[in-house]
């Protein structure tokens, strides 16, 4: 069964549009289960109802496609999805929910089973299988076709978005996709309007997109070039195990020379390429199109040949990309997106051209989603049903407010984002106006607000923004630039431009954090679970050389200038915290004993695991702050990967229990007299910071892109009012209900501008 279950979701995979999806499924449950009818109803809302519309089947009238249409409460199907379940009926006609259609011609079928497909929890549509038999479907079919809905949801969901935005149907249910956003995770709070621009890993054949090119002949030329290269690489593999393999099994090299010089492939991608598209991207359609051939095959060795066929792909699509290092033309308002976008790639895009960001996944804690901000740019992150190979070039909208995509919009939507751009921008300049006024409420309460960091070339734009200071500098930058562990003194150099570049404001440094989805080029971490594992300041008291280095760094680099503040990550009970303390007593005794003129920083510990939570009291009275890492916090405390897009929606710092959290480390902290802030994500969001001002928060540290927002909210508050909002939001039960009450508030305050798109 699973190897069936595999032919069909490759087959849906690679159908073009979510017609041809369908036609494949029907075809192929109707063969599988040995059925007389196979059909697929799709979901379709409007604002006054939920209809069921039959968009495929095998065995019923084809005229009866897209006439059949049920509302929510009629028929066997919509009783299917309303109930979310399967239904087996031995005869369907004597259920009181039968609806007769005419035009399906089923008056002979009787049996029916009826399995919902459902994608995020969301009833997508139904599949239908029906018998001449009165009789119920046994426990096996049930089971198998309940098994083929859930494996294909995700899958129709793919289909269905590249359908309606390639407009290969032109039926009013097409147009109506034309306009209907794709959704994701907020990632970044802007709008970005741009011109899409795929970006995707080398010698991924699934994920190169589709591209126009003009200089037919070159392209052509280019391609034959990359195949005559894999046809000498061939041979000369097949004559290096000329004497290792015997010569039944050197004939496979022999098939692949056949098929690099056939028709089949050769020809068939230069056609394509004469119809406009870029060799990568018509190597791409030939590809699957040969793959899915060899998958509809009964014969097992015949199928596994479309394994064949996808090296070839590689090797040619290898050569390709070889052959012309590609020099990518950044357009104007670039949209980038991709299945799993990197710093690396944001990096090479001009950043006066980069407009904003998608991709496929990741979620609003991602590294890629956390540099949009600080540059202060859209971003939309956990887009799974984004059909990244056919959207390059387009015009796309990307609302890093609401988490929504729209590729190819209509001129309505078009002008609606653009009036929110439009706001968005003159909220924008009236906000850098506080950037010299303190954060001070309405009754005269400060605030700290300070910026996160890690890049030297983030400083001037901090400065600019009228921070007081760096509330998280994150060391482990500059040992990820690098092909080996910086020196002491490379160290110190860059921890002493940040500390002169900011005095005398403070600027608090961690230790190097890495682990996790933090890795070193030159330091690999290979773990089953690395959230959980070898990571932050275990690594470093593992390695005393490193961590003693680090300290000495930055503890000379603050000679004269006293501003420095080391912050410890990670720390999960107190035996670390003693530890690591007697390393910096260490080095700060040696380097009195060479005669440097050092002073002791101040050192404070984050607060980022459940124990440290709990511990937070032994651990105040033994530094001089604490720091609230409120993204691993509140991923440990939720179980939440926020990484993975599957369960992203699920990670939301507004969780009551983080909430109750981060009021329990406050509380500990006053018990001692040392002060806490907050260095995560919800020190930026205007509406957590609004929570945070009202536990007592003494600093916030945030994105330079955030500073202004939250500062308008300090401004625009009282200590006495957001005490108010808190008190409501502790009776509240969940992170949605609370989410929904701040934002409510928000508006009533005449403050919706800072939480969604527009003014």
């Known amino acids: 069964m699973l190897d069936i279950l595999r032919r069909i979701v490759q087959e849906v995979n690679l159908a073009n549009n979510l017609e041809q999806a369908l036609n494949i499924i029907v075809r192929r449950v109707k063969n599988v289960m040995d059925v007389d009818v196979c059909s697929v109803f799709i979901t379709y809302e409007t604002e006054a109802d939920k209809e069921y519309v039959l968009m495929a089947t095998d065995g019923l009238n084809p005229d009866a496609i897209g006439k059949i249409r049920m509302g929510e409460k009629s028929g066997l199907v919509s009783l299917v999805g309303k109930r979310a379940e399967a239904i087996n009926l031995a005869d369907a006609a004597k259920n009181p929910h039968y609806l007769h259609f005419p035009v399906a011609s089923e008056e002979d079928f009787h049996g029916f089973l009826g399995v919902p497909i459902i994608h995020h929890r969301k009833v997508l549509g139904i599949l239908v299988v029906q ?52 959704h994701g995770l907020p990632g970044a709070p802007a709008v970005a309007m741009g011109t899409a621009l795929v970006m995707y890993p080398p010698a991924d054949i699934d994920a190169i997109p589709d591209r126009h090119i003009v200089n037919v002949e070159k392209e052509i030329d280019h391609f034959n070039q990359a195949v005559e290269a894999v046809v000498k690489d061939i041979k000369e593999l097949s004559a290096r195990l000329k004497d290792v393999l015997p010569e039944e099994d050197r004939a496979l090299f022999d098939v692949y020379l056949l098929m690099l010089n056939s028709q089949a492939i050769s020809g068939i991608t230069q056609e394509r390429i004469r119809d406009g598209n870029w060799a990568p991207g018509a190597l791409r359609q030939t590809i699957q199109e040969h793959e899915q051939v060899f998958l509809e095959m009964e014969d097992n060795y015949l199928r596994e040949r479309a394994d064949d066929v996808r090296d070839l792909g590689r090797r040619i699509l290898k050569h390709l990309q070889e052959d012309t290092p590609e020099q990518i033309e950044f357009p104007d308002n670039t949209v980038l997106i991709g299945e799993d976008i990197s710093a690396s790639m944001l990096a090479e895009v001009p950043r006066e051209k980069l407009s904003g960001v998608i991709s496929v996944r990741g979620s609003r804690t991602s590294h890629v989603a956390i540099l949009a901000r600080a540059m202060g740019i859209s971003a939309v992150m956990g887009v799974t049903d984004l059909p990244v190979g056919r959207i390059d070039g387009r015009t ?73 200071g760096i509330g998280l500098y994150r060391t482990e930058f500059p040992f990820m630039e690098r092909q080996k562990f910086p020196s002491e003194e490379e160290q110190r150099n860059i921890y002493r431009q940040v500390l002169e570049s900011f005095h005398p404001r403070p600027v608090t440094l961690r230790t190097l954090d890495v682990g996790g989805d933090k890795a070193l080029p030159y330091f690999p971490i290979d773990e089953d679970n ?53 390393l910096i007593h260490q080095v700060y005794g040696e380097l009195l004993e060479e005669g440097d003129e050092v002073v002791m920083p101040q050192i404070g510990v984050m607060i980022e695991v459940p124990s440290a939570v709990y511990q937070a009291g032994n651990l105040a009275r033994r530094v001089d702050f604490l720091s609230i890492g ?30 109750r959290a981060i009021l329990q480390v406050v509380e500990s902290a006053r018990a001692h007299d040392i002060p806490v802030s907050v260095c995560g994500e919800m020190a930026g969001d205007p509406i957590a910071a609004l929570l945070l001002l009202a536990m007592g928060i003494d600093s916030l540290s945030m994105s330079v892109s955030s500073l202004s927002r939250v500062k308008w909210v300090v401004r625009n508050v009282t200590r006495e009012r957001a005490r108010q909002v808190l008190s409501e939001v502790l009776i509240l039960e969940d992170a949605t209900a609370i989410r929904k009450y701040l934002n409510e508030t928000f508006e009533n305050a005449g403050m919706g501008g800072l939480v969604r798109a527009g003014n």
Do not use: C
Request: no cysteine.
């Open 530 to 582: 690395p959230f959980l594992g070898w990571r932050g300041i275990r690594i470093t008291l593992d390695h005393p050389e490193i961590f003693l280095v680090q300290i000495r760094a930055m503890v000379r680099a603050s000679i004269g200038l006293n501003n420095l503040k080391i912050l410890l990550p990670m720390i999960s009970d107190i035996a670390e915290l003693n530890e690591a303390l007697g």
């Open 396 to 468: 796309v909208i990307a609302d890093g407010y609401s988490g929504r995509v729209f590729i190819s919009p209509s001129k309505k939507v078009i002008d609606e984002f653009q009036r929110l751009i439009d706001e968005e921008a003159a909220l924008s300049d009236e906000l850098m106006e506080l950037r010299d006024l303190p954060a001070k409420t309405e009754d005269g309460i400060e605030i700290s607000l300070l910026v996160n960091s890690g890049l030297l070339s983030d400083i001037t734009p901090s400065l600019q923004s009228g921070a007081e």
């Open 630 to 659: 409120t993204n691993d916090l509140t991923q440990y405390l939720l179980a939440v990967d926020r990484n993975n897009a599957r369960v992203a929606s699920l990670y939301d710092s507004l969780h009551p229990a983080v909430i």
């Open 131 to 182: 018998s001449s038999k009165i009789q119920k479907f046994n426990e096996d079919d049930e089971t198998f076709l309940i098994t083929v809905a859930a494996q294909l949801a995700a899958a129709i969901v793919h289909a269905e978005a590249s359908g309606g935005i390639i407009g290969l149907k032109q039926n009013e249910n097409e147009k109506e996709l034309e306009t209907k956003p794709i």
